[in-house]
């Protein structure tokens, strides 16, 4: 709120004169949800935005500000807001019924598409969100190769549940986080997302690893990013060392190519997770892979093969208005150049704003892969050489080292300026945004650097 923050601050003041409708339902919000907040990403200080109404590439706040938007849903709306073809799919599908606690026949065509398109997808099992995929790949693991523990790469994100939490954005020690015991702790082990000796170390050293995973293009979407290279070695060594790996394409899968990472880099997992994209922007994931593994969870062959079977109930498994919504996003990212468009508007956006930070003199880098916009806001002060900027080259606590001042100054004043970053910061592009929105969102980092420099802030 207001008194929360510096009071000297035009940025902070243009921001909350522009939000009074923002900053009356925070501060309801504050009596009823821990921060005010549903997710942890929309933490923001004096307050976040409260969004009314999106459509396209566009979100309206509740005082009817007009925002370019570079959440996209979390990563979820490769085709924007509100696409009519999904939209007219969700109003069939809820018309029909949200929940019959039987199977259906959207289910089926759902995981027939996820297999068409997905090159390591033999089977299918849906979740309701992308935290149970990776919760249910790593079960699997366990149960197929009879091995405890796994590999994780410091910075990655697999979501929230009780095995993904350290070495994410602290705990680099393996050590336990708030609320889990260390004897889930105890069974994940953390390596450097740069360094491939380490991995190929542990996989020779430790014979009880069952499974790698791994955020395919690197940490954030390519914040700190993972070379092809690298991950061909390490799709070796798992094979070397009978271990299994995970491809954690729950914000790639559909976006860096129809077919995902996997298929964009030429690389086939044995196990996939898949959430975001995969529902078309509503609540829903699912693991995929080889069908040997995914007999874990069938009745018949685990009980054929003498094992016993993995439990997963689970009431909005495979729901048929997520379904719904996911069929139609598919088969339009399927049939279009969807993936394409937005891996180009990136590129465009990132070398605008390179453009403006060579001319502002201020020695950041935008960089990112496939359809991802990061910054380097280089708080040591390194020498910037943009046109040979290789973030492959930098520490990824580097690359993560950022002033959190100053990313919620810029956050604020791009919204001043029409703009919704996310909080890299930076911006996830969809299909719809369109040339004269980048053009838009590139006069408003231009405003937001000068704003910042007259707060003192560079």
């Given amino acids: 709120m207001p008194d929360q923050v510096m009071s000297n601050s035009k940025i902070i003041g243009s921001y909350i004169e522009k939000t009074p409708g923002s900053e009356k ?25 409260y969004i009314d109404k999106a459509f396209g590439p566009h979100k309206w706040d509740v005082d009817g500000n007009r925002y370019i938007d570079y959440f996209g849903g979390h990563g979820a709306l490769l085709l924007g807001h509100c696409h009519p073809e999904v939209t007219s799919a969700v109003q069939d599908a809820l018309a029909a019924g949200t929940q019959f606690g039987a199977n259906h026949p959207r289910e089926v065509e759902w995981a027939d598409q996820v297999i068409k398109m997905v090159p390591s997808a033999e089977r299918v099992r849906f979740t309701s969100s992308g935290t149970e995929a990776t919760l249910m790949a790593l079960r699997l693991a366990r149960s197929f190769t009879g091995k405890n523990k796994f590999v994780r790469f410091k910075t990655h994100f697999h979501g ?18 708030a609320g889990v015991v ?8 953390l390596v450097s997302p740069q360094d491939i000796s380490e991995i190929k170390s542990v996989l020779k050293a430790d014979k009880d690893i069952a499974a790698v995973i791994v955020e395919p293009t690197g940490s954030s979407f390519g914040m700190v990013p993972m070379s092809k290279e690298f991950l061909q070695t ?20 559909f976006r860096c190519s129809p077919g995902g990472a996997q298929k964009a880099f030429g690389i ?22 080889r069908k040997d593994i995914l007999d874990d969870l069938d009745f018949e062959r685990a009980a054929l093969l003498g094992r016993e079977k993995i439990g997963h109930p689970g009431t909005f498994n495979a729901n048929p208005v997520s379904a719904a919504a996911g069929i139609a996003a598919l088969k339009i990212i399927e049939s279009s150049d969807a993936c394409e468009k937005a891996n180009q ?19 950041w880098v935008a960089y990112g892969t496939f359809s991802g916009v990061h910054l380097y806001m280089n708080r040591d002060g390194h020498a910037i050489h943009r046109s040979s900027f290789n973030p492959n080259e930098i520490g990824y606590a580097d690359l993560k080292n950022k002033d959190k001042v100053l990313v919620t100054k810029l956050r604020l004043a791009m919204a001043i300026n029409g703009v919704d970053f996310n909080n890299s910061p930076g911006a996830q592009l969809s299909a719809s945004h369109t040339q004269e929105d980048l053009e838009f969102t590139s006069d408003a980092f231009n405003e937001a650097i000068k704003m910042l420099k007259n707060d003192g802030e560079l």
């Fill in 25 to 49: 339902l925070a501060r309801e919000a504050l009596n009823v949800l821990p921060s005010g907040i549903a997710h942890d990403s929309r933490y923001l200080k004096p307050y976040a935005l």
């Fill in 160 to 177: 929230w549940h009780d095995h993904m939490t350290a070495g994410y954005t602290s705990h680099f020690d393996g050590g336990a986080t």
């Fill in 182 to 189: 260390d004897g889930v702790a105890d069974n994940v082990v």
């Fill in 234 to 253: 390490v799709r070796v060594m798992t094979e070397e060392e009978n271990v299994l790996f995970i491809f954690d394409e729950v914000v790639t899968g």
């Fill in 268 to 289: 086939k997992p044995d196990l996939t997770t898949l959430a975001k994209i995969l529902a078309g922007g509503l609540p829903g994931g699912a693991v995929s892979g």
């Fill in 345 to 363: 508007s990136a590129a465009v956006l990132r070398g605008k704003f390179n453009e403006i930070l060579e001319k502002q003199n201020i020695p």
